[in-house]
């Protein structure tokens, strides 16, 4: 079994010997991911040179990283924004989510052990903690760190690469979400999960995910249609 991973490992912070180019590229994307910016909003490249206290060279390359990612659209007059989930693009990335993340879920299932379910009981905790105080940062936050923790212990690295991109994407529409409509009125596909875990069944982890995957996806959906996302 392979060893547990922190579930911000991916995530490198200033204690480590992380080139700034790189340090400034996951601190933008951060930002995107965890509702620092919203799908629309348009931000200066100055601005962003200001928020992440990091040269014009770097910020730039960052910039470059996430477009070509799908993460960002450049608007030109030097500004970029977060791009706006049109319904067909929503389509493509619920059929990519509901086909690999489930998978990645079932490989992780025979790898995890007591200390990582442990971790990501933790995280389902902090996920809830955020729910209750309508902490939306602290909800994204935690959310993908409970989604990632487990994704890491598949072992699959290109799923897992393809898993990521399609949470940039995605990701950001989350917030709005979240914002409008709360999670607390949902059913918790992350118990169910837990439980998957717990039992050693990774066909049921992989059932609870994907229904945890589809019900996002339709509340992203549903704000799409009422043209709040």
């Known amino acids: 079994m392979p060893e547990d991973t922190h579930p911000d490992d991916s995530r490198p912070d200033d204690s480590r010997k992380v080139p700034s180019h790189e340090l400034t590229y996951v601190r933008l994307r951060d930002m995107v ?13 100055q601005g962003l040179i200001a928020d992440l206290g990091a040269g014009m060279t770097p910020v730039r390359e ?22 706006r989930l049109e319904p067909g693009v929503l389509d493509q990335l619920a059929f990519a989510r509901l086909t690999i993340e489930p998978r990645l879920a079932e490989l992780a299932a025979c790898n995890l052990t007591p200390s990582l379910i442990a971790r990501l009981e933790a995280l389902d905790a902090r996920v809830n903690d955020a729910i209750r105080t309508g902490d939306v940062t602290a909800y994204l936050t935690a959310n993908h760190a409970f989604h990632f923790t487990l ?4 072992g699959a690295g290109v799923l897992l690469d393809m898993a990521r991109s399609m949470w940039l994407r995605f990701g950001p529409s989350l917030r709005v979400v979240a914002t409008l409509a709360g999670a607390t009125g949902l059913p918790d596909q992350h118990v169910e999960a837990l439980a998957a875990m717990r039992a050693g069944d990774g066909q049921r982890l992989a059932r609870a995910l994907h229904d945890d995957i589809a019900q996002g996806v339709e509340e992203v959906r549903a704000a799409l249609a009422r043209g709040e996302v």
């Open 33 to 45: 991911l965890f509702g620092a910016l919203a799908p629309g909003q348009p931000v200066t490249i």
């Open 62 to 83: 960052a910039i470059r990283r996430l477009t070509a990612e799908g993460a960002l659209e450049p608007q030109g007059n030097r500004r970029v924004t977060v791009p």
């Open 151 to 154: 994704y890491e212990a598949a």
